[in-house]
């Protein structure tokens, strides 16, 4: 069955960086875009970041732009996200997240991972 | 940017009862849009995209429809499982979701 499982999440002091990822199974991983979608504590879904099937294409939410960078392993079935100069508001639980299609850079997103938290406090 | 806004942000409903939410996007975005379910503390759930198509083991009383700027999200005959909160999702340009509508009892 698919599986996605995320980890690298914790408590990391505001302008340090943090790196996630995301072990995918059960399905062909690099005939699929992957995506990032976070959510904070208490409040909606958010869009963070998409990477294509082939990792050629990139697109970012414009609150991280500049400062997050999304990357995928397709020889290891494994994506990223690399969180530098972190904010207070990029505190939230991270989910990553399969493309149903696969060209499409904005899902919908047909499997999730169970989501790791980030708290990004002094 | 595409803007998603979702109504009402929070509902209060009975088991039985009909339920009807609503999406309207900022501009048109065809047949573009997804409906989420999630439950507190879990990974939301794909229940319907290209507006109308249901996914794969999501059960009949929930159906979408719509095209171009408006969206409706119906559950006929609510069960004690659907109790949750539902997102709208545009994919015409890149990713967005909606606010999120609290189904509560």
């Known amino acids: 069955q698919v599986q996605l499982v995320e980890s690298g999440g914790g408590v990391v002091q505001p302008g340090r960086s943090l790196r996630l990822s995301c072990a995918v199974s059960?399905?062909?991983?690099?005939?699929?875009?992957m995506h990032w979608v976070r959510q904070a504590p208490g409040k909606g879904l958010e869009w963070v970041a998409v990477v294509s099937y082939d990792g050629s294409e990139k697109y970012y939410a414009d609150s991280v732009k500049g400062r997050f960078s999304i990357s995928r392993d397709n020889s290891k079935n494994t994506l990223f996200l690399q969180m530098n100069s972190l904010r207070g508001e990029d505190t939230a639980v991270y989910y990553c997240?399969?493309?149903?299609?696969?060209?499409?850079?904005?899902?919908?997103?047909?499997?999730w991972g169970q989501g790791t938290l980030v708290t990004v406090s002094s | 940017d595409i803007q998603m806004t979702q109504s009402p942000p929070s509902l209060s409903a009975s088991v039985g009862d009909r339920v009807t939410i609503t999406c309207r996007a900022s501009?048109?975005?065809?047949?573009?849009l997804s409906w989420f379910q999630q439950k507190p503390g879990r990974a939301p759930k794909l229940l319907i995209y290209?507006?109308?198509s249901l996914q794969r083991g999501v059960p009949s009383r929930f159906s979408g429809s719509g095209s171009g700027t408006d969206f409706t999200l119906t559950i006929t005959s609510l069960q004690p499982d659907d109790f949750a909160t539902y997102y709208c999702?545009?994919?015409?340009?890149?990713?967005?979701f909606g606010g999120g509508t609290k189904v509560e009892i």
């Open positions: 999702q545009q994919s015409y340009s890149l990713a967005a």
């Open positions: 997240a399969k493309d149903l299609y696969h060209t499409s850079h904005g899902g919908p997103f047909d499997y």
């Open positions: 501009q048109s975005i065809s047949d573009y």
């Open positions: 290209a507006a109308s």
């Open positions: 059960g399905f062909t991983f690099k005939s699929h875009g």
